[in-house]
Each structure stands twice: as C-alpha cells, then as structure tokens.
C-alpha cells in the first residue's frame, strides 16, 4: 500500500506555497494500520451504514486483532453472509447489530444465530465526489 504521494500539509483558509510544506513520502499502512499481520481490506456494498459516513464501495479496514465493544462498527458473518453493522447491547444485556441506516432493522444476536465476528472496522476509505 505504499504510494509515491507527498505528504503536504495544507490550510484550509488562505492559500499558500504547497512546496513548502512537503514532509515525506505517504505511506498509508504508517498512518492507518496499526497490527499489519492481523489487518485487511473490505469493499463495502450497500448503504446500511451511511449514516456514520459508511458508504457503497467504501473501503473499510478491518482489525482482527482487536476486542469488539459495545458500539465498535464490526464486520461479522451472520449465516454464512458478511455485514457490516454497529455492535450494541441493550439494557437487558441483550446484543444486536444495528444498522446507521433507519431503512434496515436490527439483527438479533442469540444461540439460534449463527455469527462469527471478523474483526473492528477502523478506518473508512471513500471518494470524496
């Protein structure tokens, strides 16, 4: 993932010399991976989690390595189908995934479901047109 792209630091009020503000070469794995050995990409699909800025052909970055809490935004298997969904437990210490999309329900976590977590989203990459 390493890209010949300069880091420039940049104002977002006046402009002012680019050139004097180049730092290093970008490496993208420096800044937004931190466990390297148990980290991957996803390239989402669908828009069940827009509304904390997930969106279709985004491309997440998911830990394995990490603990899953209560509202970690995790990439599980449910029934054999991967999803990206918002990990919750109610005050009956129930758990459930919830979507950041008002359009799709939650889904229920119990012993009937079959559901295996991959790991912790970390970082979303997107397009920004």
Same mark, same amino acid.
């Given at each position: ?5 300069? *880091? ?17 070469? *970008?490496? *993208? ?22 509304? %904390? ?28 189908? *991967? %999803? ?35 790991? %912790? ?9």
């Amino acid at each position: 993932m390493k890209q010949k792209v300069q *880091l420039i630091s940049a104002a977002a009020g006046f402009p002012s010399p680019a050139e004097n503000y180049i730092e290093e070469q *970008l490496n *993208l794995n420096k800044y937004l991976i931190k466990n390297k050995e148990s980290s991957f990409f996803v390239r989402v699909s669908g828009d069940s989690m827009m509304n %904390v800025g997930i969106f279709d052909n985004d491309i997440l970055i998911v830990d394995r390595s990490l603990i899953p809490i209560r509202q970690s935004i995790i990439l599980a298997s449910i029934h054999g189908e *991967l %999803v990206i969904k918002r990990l919750m437990k109610d005050q009956s210490e129930n758990y459930y995934l919830k979507s950041e999309n008002d359009n799709y329900p939650n889904i229920k976590l119990n012993s009937n479901t079959d559901t295996i977590i991959w790991g %912790v989203a970390t970082y979303v990459i997107h397009c920004l047109r």
